[in-house]
């Protein structure tokens, strides 16, 4: 299938996980719609997910608000409907520390039997317009999202907040694209994203891409309209 272009559904600068550009099924998975699946955490201009560091950073779990990325604007990536929405699910403590993750790891073949709720915690799907594909925004702050099934969206109109809803370490926006607006049922497809800023890991300066995939562990923020095509 032919890949979806879209624009990223963030204003700042994101640190690009788990890419497709880097391996696929860029999960690990095809389960739930995840095979072209890409992450995006909040970072600042260091590449920092959090400015602050104590004991609790190595021994133990972190407050969500410790993170940039918590409570950022998440926008839609293109014009569509919301065909499906979810609120309600808690947002989690942040684990930097290997010691918290170890009994976070061993949790996740019971948050995987549970399903999509436990997954993908607050999310929104949006069937795009004319494509017959849908785009997936998961792991969402509670109580953050501003539109429910029916509502029409633009690229750009504020959907929710990044959150540290279900299967969820730290504060970031999980996206893919999917044939199905069903999560247990999807299958993902390829996409891109349009107009935007790269600083590609290891280097010091921002090269500005036009169409394509972040690379693993990349440095993203959109582009201002004025460098469009330029």
Do not use: K
Not at 12 to 32: E, I, Q, Y
Not at 58 to 79: K, M, Q, S, W
Not at 179 to 187: G, I, M, T, Y
Request: aromatic share 6%.
């Amino acid at each position: 299938m032919r890949e979806v272009v879209l624009s990223l559904p963030f204003t700042g600068l994101w640190l690009a996980r788990n890419s497709p550009a880097r391996r696929v099924p860029s999960h690990g998975t095809d389960l739930m719609g995840s095979r072209y699946a890409i992450d995006f955490v909040g970072v600042d201009e260091r590449g920092r997910s959090a400015g602050h560091r104590d004991w609790r950073t190595v021994l133990a779990t972190e407050p969500a608000d410790r993170y940039f990325g918590f409570g950022r604007p998440i926008l839609a990536p293109a014009d569509g409907i919301v065909v499906a929405a979810r609120d309600g699910e808690p947002d989690h403590a942040g684990r930097r520390s290997q010691l918290a993750l170890v009994p976070y790891v061993l949790g996740q073949a019971g948050r995987l039997r549970q399903g999509v709720r436990a997954i993908a915690g607050n999310h929104v799907v949006i069937e795009l317009r004319g494509s017959g594909v849908f785009v997936a925004l998961v792991h969402l702050r509670a109580g953050s999202l501003r539109v429910a099934v029916g509502t029409p969206v633009t690229a750009g109109d504020r959907l929710a907040d990044c959150g540290n809803s279900g299967n969820s370490t730290q504060p970031h926006v999980h996206l893919q694209v999917m044939d199905s607006a069903e999560l247990s049922v999807a299958r993902g497809v390829p996409m891109a994203f349009r107009h935007f800023r790269e600083r590609p890991r290891g280097a010091d300066r921002f090269l500005i891409r036009q169409s394509g995939v972040p690379g693993e562990g990349a440095i993203v923020a959109p582009l201002p309209a004025a460098d469009v095509n330029h």
